[in-house]
């Protein structure tokens, strides 16, 4: 999702000339984006307005009916209805589908909400990563536990140093 298009303004910004899709299911974000949070009207953006899992099982679909499709080196999901990812997004199918558009050395990375306390969806879905990928990591803010908690899961195909990485994009 597009999540305010905070994060692919970021990338734009820090990466010029690279592709930077955004798969956003709700116009209407899109359009709050450009009213409030600054997405230019003549951004590089390519916004899919889709379903993420639609978009995906589209460029899939192109690749056995033999045509080129992109490899991405870095896969965001921002996806929340309310305060829980939409659940076509965090199955192990949808994992399997995200590993086969990801460039070896990519990284797949996933905005999520859970009660600090308790993290049972926090633990189901990286026990779900973990069925698909060899390398799961799991990042939060720093401070006191409350009711909630943004948590960001990292997944790919090859080892990394999840704290050398947030040091790098500070």
Known sequence: GGGGYVFPQYIEKNWPGSRNDVAEIDPGITKAATEAFGLKKDTTIN??????????????????????????????????????????LVTKEFNDKIFKILTDDGIYMINSIDTYESCRFLGSYIHTLEQTFPHVYTVTEPGPASIRRIFVLIASKKKIDPENLIRQHR
């Open 47 to 88: 916004t899919i307005t889709l379903d993420a899992r639609n978009y995906v099982d589209q460029l899939l679909q192109a690749k056995r009916n033999g045509r080129e499709i992109p490899s991405y080196d870095f896969i965001y999901e921002d996806a929340f209805s309310d305060y829980s990812v939409p659940c076509q």
